[in-house]
């Protein structure tokens, strides 16, 4: 009787134990109760939507507020400056719902954003001097567009790739793009169609990727191709319009971190052709003879499969490219479209045309350096002895992407000729 | 959660010497004997009923010599039955003992086996069994000279008819329900399981209700140490009432503090029997619809009896649709939450600077903001159920589309927020099972809490906490959410489609069950042979030429 | 052992998948082409390799004592006293291994999702989570781990089948590498890898609660095959889609394919956040495990019946550990290190283990 007892006290003592113990797990998870550190609400957050960055004269430093760093001492950073400008969403002014959409009507008097610009000697530095005004939190997790002037690409934009690589709000998927003149200018626009001026950006770009106008080229593809060792990264090139409309002018290429040049619209086409990328979206002239025969065809579908070899100590690259066309409009009745062996001539015609305008981009880029095709990411990845000796870096690589010889095997085919008979 | 899990042992069950009886004055006469004299049996049940506006006494003469008395409680039996088959039979002697009267000697034998005209009559010599006949609302007669009494199951208690069951209607199925009385009850089962495998053993808990209860199970079908084990249990349960099945569900179940429901009930008859064949053992109580089912897993909680009845392709979209609902009721509040404090990101841009819009005015953080509204959507749904019918209906369009409105107009909640608890509230109503939705109904609400303080990673750490509750809990040894673990590919097919009847040919596996088989092999054979067309018109074409 | 034989061979294997992958997935690629560039899928397969022969080791000696413990049968081959020192590392080491899952965890949840929550905060969750489910016995334990995998595998391959949309094959070849690092830096980097798989060490105790110990080996196979090949296919995912350049300039470059990934439909626009909140639950089964394994085993080298108190009083411990290195490139040299020596317990002891008891034929009864 007195062990079962004692069996029986051990046992409330167990659970008293275990009860207080409880308790006390408990009681060490009210402080946790206390602190709700990240929860910021959306609508406390000022959601950056698009940043641009435009070089600015380093005289413009006296009108900077001495925020990250006080002038005249050692904090000083000096270097040259930008200028940022932000698009922030204004909470409230974008009507929830299709419905009530525009407020009554007056939707570009009321804008939907906020756009604000500050100078900086960096991107951070340039991002606190605005925190310091604004009284919600900067959030980037949002963040679609960064634009970059032309000056401030061709003076590198290394620091900017820095900051947005080191930020974990920011997405891969945001598109980044030069312009022609000042980048705040873009994010000033109020284009009609879109009730958020930078998402018209993005679906700017987004449909041309669509319809082929330009290859899918995210920031995190840019800056994928820029850190291979044999390739080198290019974002597209814009330029305001007057109806504040966009208009893709082309591809800014870039020799590591700086632009080195651009190319025009049409070429995006011939690049995109090099690398046998699908949709095909652009239209080209293909003139049999004189001018009044001159019928426009536009590729449906392309491949293209490089090789490569070393000859004379030199990598020779023969890429193998392959075209399907329709015929969509011809200039006029001249030319009757009702034989077979006529259309395989237009194929042939379009065939010499893009050998032409192929070479003359990649002459382009070799005197820039700047291998956007990645010819060399093949030397790497195919002839990697050839490559331990002879290139090993992306320096090398761009000393020796001049010297590369590159054939072109072109074939056309046009396929169909829309709805018309002849 | 687990931390509590452990303080089963805190309550010992007091030991049986402890506790007086709750009847002290009935237990004084058990076994005790009847000496054979009316007088001392008057006495005692005098004693112990007599103080009962209710209770009858009548004084007769058997066959016009022999004096007798007979009990009951006047509103417990059926009277019109007392006078024509024991008053009326009892007073007169039958026709072979008209002319010379029975012997004295015979006379217990002649009473029992040629006048009483009663089916259900037993013979007691126990003063106590005798009272608790009486109060059971049996009749009880005592001859003077017999040192035994009769004991005539006169009882007749109203009851409602049967009703289609409220809380768990199909639109294919049987439309029967469990009603209160257990006799009724157990009549409707054993209409449905005509084999003599069927058992129903009863035995009385509580100490002043004297509830009957019924285990059911089949023999050779389920296993043996399972109705052990339910029998252990339900022994062990010594109570003051039984008024519900309800009451014995939190003594029998393996954990009392887990939020989850391990015992199933329900009010269909037809799901009793399909549990019973699948090795299951039912509980009933008498005065409770509702039969319990032992032992539990997760699974039986969002399946319904229509799930079997009609085609499985529909069927295992529309129990999809349910587990989707149920997952909704959890953790939609909670993920909202964290998306809106914490990773805006995660939704398309275009949304999050709408949702942002539509919160500019809201005051709250959305964790204030979400549980202020989630708490006002217990309260309309309690206010609901409580309201009398032909309130209940317009107070909860009121509720939720007023109510709703007006906060969204008045700058209170956003509009969103009135979306996401809506489609909570709905979902939790789509799990068929009560007690297993209010369970996870108000899980979410830690879950908020937790999305309020570290957003997803809070929300994942609540459901892991959850989950593990869940692998942990066992019904009757049963691993909770079997079949899915301990994977059991045969059980599968039962857990989120529902295959067809002929493919889940065996019973579920983790019930250890004696006899495995539920469809002949010969019928799974005929099942998956091509159909004979009969009526194929090209036979047919013969004949109408002819014609 | 109190509890029935439970646990069958795919749960087995199951708790091996759900332990080895953990977050040691997130730098996993980085550590890959460190060691070997665009080699780095190779360079994983290979140190999938080594790190089966501790799993090998493992079952070949529980297979050999199969109602015993590491720590039971380490006391039967070689004495008492030496089989308690040696269990006695194997713990210390599954504690530090507890602590730095916890602790880089930790991190990667301040750097990405939640940067102003104290770290403190965001470890103790974890270990707390993980302390409260180690106070159940070894079936559930199996249970967990078994209703978890699918859970691990499902998203991890989501992410890889919607990023193999930009993958490029160029960035795979060659693939032996470019040979720009040397053969320290590669065998430097094949242990690193190796090391993440040791968690595995765990079947040590599960052995003895199998239905049938002898097919401990079947399920390491099938653990190693399943989680290896996850391994591989998540390096071939990220090298693919990024380039193992790119990859060098990524702290954590398995987040950051799920930030370069969108569902369809763009019904979520990234999966960054909702791949870290998944991957609470590989980290959860990962810590689980560890915890779980040097709980029991010291409530086993002190004979206690019931592991459950310790799981409690040895938290703060397991914390200190985890709050010791200073930043985390620091955390990453300490785990790095740790790993690597661990190779060393996990490989070399049961190695020693095991040649020790077959030159003294000791064995265990089969029963």
């Known amino acids: 009787m007195g062990a079962r007892e004692a069996g029986g006290s051990d046992l409330n003592a167990r659970a008293w134990c275990k009860s207080a113990l409880a308790l006390i797990a408990l009681l060490s998870s009210v402080p946790l109760l206390t602190g709700c550190w990240d929860r910021l609400e959306i609508e406390d957050r000022a959601v950056v939507l698009g940043i641009s960055v435009d070089a600015i004269d380093p005289s413009e430093a006296e009108k900077e507020d001495e925020i990250t760093h006080l002038r005249g001492s050692y904090l000083e950073p000096g270097g040259s400056m930008i200028r940022l400008g932000v698009q922030i969403a204004v909470p409230g002014r974008i009507p929830l719902g299709p419905g009530e959409g525009g407020g009554s009507g007056q939707g570009s008097s009321k804008r939907t954003v906020w756009v604000m610009d500050v100078p900086g000697y960096t991107i951070d530095d340039a991002l606190m001097n605005l925190q310091q005004q604004l009284s919600g939190q900067l959030f980037f997790g949002h963040l679609r567009v960064i634009v970059v002037s032309e000056s401030l690409a061709r003076k590198g934009i290394q620091n900017l790739n820095d900051y947005l690589r080191r930020n974990s709000q920011l997405r891969r998927m945001a598109w980044m793009m030069v312009t022609k003149g000042k980048a705040l200018d873009l994010m000033k626009s109020a284009p009609e169609l879109e009730r958020v001026p930078t998402l018209y950006l993005m679906s700017t770009m987004d449909s041309a990727v669509r319809m082929g106008k330009f290859p899918t080229n995210y920031v995190g593809m840019y800056w994928s191709r820029a850190s291979k060792k044999g390739q080198e990264g290019f974002l597209p090139y814009v330029e305001m319009k007057k109806e504040q409309n966009i208009e893709l002018k082309g591809m800014a290429y870039f020799k590591k971190d700086r632009m080195v040049g651009v190319t025009k619209p049409f070429e995006i086409a011939t690049y995109m052709v090099i690398k046998g990328l699908n949709p095909a979206g652009y239209r080209a002239f293909v003139r049999l003879g004189n001018p009044e025969r001159t019928v426009m065809v536009y590729a449906t579908s392309r491949k293209s499969k490089i090789n490569v070899d070393i000859r004379n100590g030199l990598p020779h690259f023969d890429v193998n490219i392959f075209t399907e066309l329709n015929l969509e409009e011809k200039v006029s009745n001249e030319l009757t479209v009702n034989r077979s062996s006529l259309l395989r001539e237009v194929g042939k015609q379009n065939e010499k045309a893009l050998l032409s305008s192929v070479e003359s981009l990649i002459e382009q880029t070799k005197q820039a350096h700047s291998d956007i095709f990645g010819f060399g990411e093949y030397v790497r990845a195919m002839k990697p002895g050839y490559w331990r000796t002879h290139v090993k870096s992306k320096e090398a690589w761009q000393e020796m992407y001049p010297r590369i010889t590159v054939d072109f095997h072109i074939h056309s085919r046009i396929r169909r000729i829309g709805m018309k008979a002849r | 959660m687990p931390l509590f899990r452990r303080r089963r042992s805190l309550k010992k069950k007091a030991p049986p010497s402890n506790a007086a009886p709750p009847d002290r004055r009935l237990e004084e006469v058990r076994h005790t004997d009847m000496s054979g004299r009316l007088e001392e049996v008057v006495r005692v049940i005098n004693g112990l009923l007599g103080d009962n506006d209710d209770f009858v006494m009548r004084e007769l003469r058997i066959f016009g010599r022999h004096p007798a008395v007979i009990f009951y409680y006047s509103n417990m039996v059926d009277q019109a039955g007392i006078n024509s088959d024991v008053l009326k039979a009892l007073m007169y002697p039958p026709p072979q003992f008209r002319e010379e009267a029975a012997p004295r000697g015979r006379l217990k034998e002649v009473i029992l086996c040629d006048a009483l005209h009663h089916t259900e009559v037993k013979l007691e010599s126990d003063l106590a069994s005798l009272v608790e006949g009486v109060l059971r609302g049996q009749a009880v007669i005592a001859v003077d000279g017999i040192d035994e009494a009769y004991v005539v199951n006169t009882r007749s208690i109203l009851k409602r008819s049967i009703d289609t069951p409220a809380t768990e209607q199909v639109i294919r199925g049987p439309r029967e329900g469990f009603i209160e009385l257990l006799g009724t009850n157990l009549s409707l089962i054993r209409y449905r399981l005509q084999t003599c495998d069927l058992r129903i053993k009863s035995m009385e808990l509580g100490r002043r209700t004297q509830s009957k209860v019924a285990i059911c199970y089949l023999e050779g079908v389920v296993s043996p140490d399972l109705v052990k084990e339910v029998n252990r249990r339900l022994s062990q349960v010594d109570i003051d009432a039984v008024l519900d099945s309800g009451y014995l569900e939190q003594y029998i179940e393996d954990n009392h503090y887990s939020p989850f429901p391990q015992v199933q009930y329900t009010e269909r008859p037809d799901k009793v029997v399909a549990n019973l064949l699948e090795g299951r053992v039912a509980i009933m109580v008498d005065g409770s619809p509702l039969a319990l089912l032992v032992p539990t897993v997760f699974n039986q909680f969002y399946q319904t009896v229509e799930d079997y009845t009609e085609r499985f392709l529909l069927m295992s979209a529309i129990r999809l649709a349910r587990l989707v609902a149920l997952v909704f009721s959890l953790i939609f509040p909670s993920l909202y939450v964290s998306i809106i404090s914490f990773n805006p990101e995660l939704i398309p841009t275009e949304f999050a600077v709408a949702v942002a819009g539509g919160r500019a005015g809201v005051p709250f953080p959305a964790i204030v903001e979400v549980l202020v509204m989630e708490v006002s959507m217990e309260v309309l749904r309690e206010a609901t159920i409580r309201l009398p019918q032909q309130v209940g209906g317009a107070l909860s369009i009121v509720g939720v589309l007023v109510v709703g409105q007006a906060a969204v107009a008045a700058g209170f909640a956003s509009p969103i927020t009135v979306v996401i608890i809506a489609l909570t509230t709905i979902g939790s109503f789509a799990t068929p099972a009560y007690n297993a939705a209010l369970a996870l109904r108000l899980l979410r609400f830690p879950l908020v809490i937790m999305a309020g303080i570290f957003g997803l990673y809070g929300v994942m750490i609540g459901l892991i906490l959850i989950a593990n509750h869940l692998l942990s809990l066992k019904s009757f040894g049963v691993p909770y959410l079997s079949p899915l673990v301990p994977g059991n590919f045969q059980g599968m097919k039962d857990l989120i489609a529902r295959a067809p009847l002929w493919w889940m040919w065996r019973r579920p596996s983790f019930l250890f069950t004696g006899d495995k088989h539920r469809v002949d092999e010969s019928t799974i054979d005929y099942v998956q042979k091509p159909s004979n067309d009969v009526l194929d018109p090209l036979k047919f074409k013969e004949d109408r030429k002819e014609r | ?367």
């Open chain 3, 1 to 367: 052992m109190a509890e029935a034989r439970q646990i069958t061979t795919i749960q087995a294997a199951a708790i091996l998948i759900s332990t080895i992958i953990g977050v040691g997935v997130l730098p996993l690629p980085l550590f890959a082409v460190h060691a070997a560039e665009s080699g780095a899928p190779f360079i994983t397969f290979i140190s999938a390799l080594v790190a089966m022969a501790s799993l090998v080791l493992v079952s070949v000696l529980g297979m050999r004592f199969p109602s015993q413990t590491i720590g039971q049968y380490s006391e039967t081959i070689i004495g008492k006293w030496p089989g308690r020192i040696g269990s006695i590392m194997v713990i210390a080491f599954f504690a530090i291994l507890t602590s730095l899952a916890a602790r880089e965890f930790g991190e990667v949840v301040i750097t990405a999702v939640l940067p102003r929550t104290p770290l403190e905060v965001t470890v103790t969750v974890m270990l707390l989570l993980a302390a409260i489910s180690t106070r159940n016995n070894i079936t559930t334990f199996a249970y967990i781990h078994f209703f978890y995998f699918p859970l691990l595998l499902g998203p991890a391959l989501l992410i890889t089948v919607l990023a193999l949309k930009n993958a490029d094959t160029i960035n795979l070849l060659p693939i032996w590498g470019n040979g720009n690092i040397g053969i320290k830096g590669t065998i430097d980097g094949i242990l690193t890898i190796a090391s993440l798989f040791q968690s595995a060490f765990v079947l040590a105790i599960v052995i003895p609660s199998m239905r049938r110990p002898n097919r401990a080996l079947r399920a390491s196979i099938w653990g190693m095959v399943i989680s290896g090949g996850l391994y591989v296919t998540i390096v071939l995912a990220t090298v693919s889609v990024f380039g193992s350049e790119e990859i060098k300039n990524l702290l954590w470059p398995t987040l950051e394919l799920a930030k370069a990934t969108s569902l369809p439909a763009n019904v979520l626009e990234r999966l960054d956040a909702a791949f870290l909140a998944v991957w609470v639950t590989a980290v959860f089964t990962t810590l689980f495990s560890t915890y779980f394994f040097t709980v029991t085993e010291l409530g086993n080298l002190f004979h206690l019946k019931d592991h459950k108190m310790l799981s409690f009083f040895l938290l703060p411990i397991v914390f200190l550990v985890a709050m010791l290195p200073q930043n985390i490139l620091q955390m990453y040299e300490v785990i790095r290190n740790i790993g690597q020596m661990g190779l060393i317990i996990t490989i070399g002891y049961p190695a020693f283990l095991l040649i020790i008891a077959w030159v003294r034929g000791k064995r265990g009864d089969r029963t």
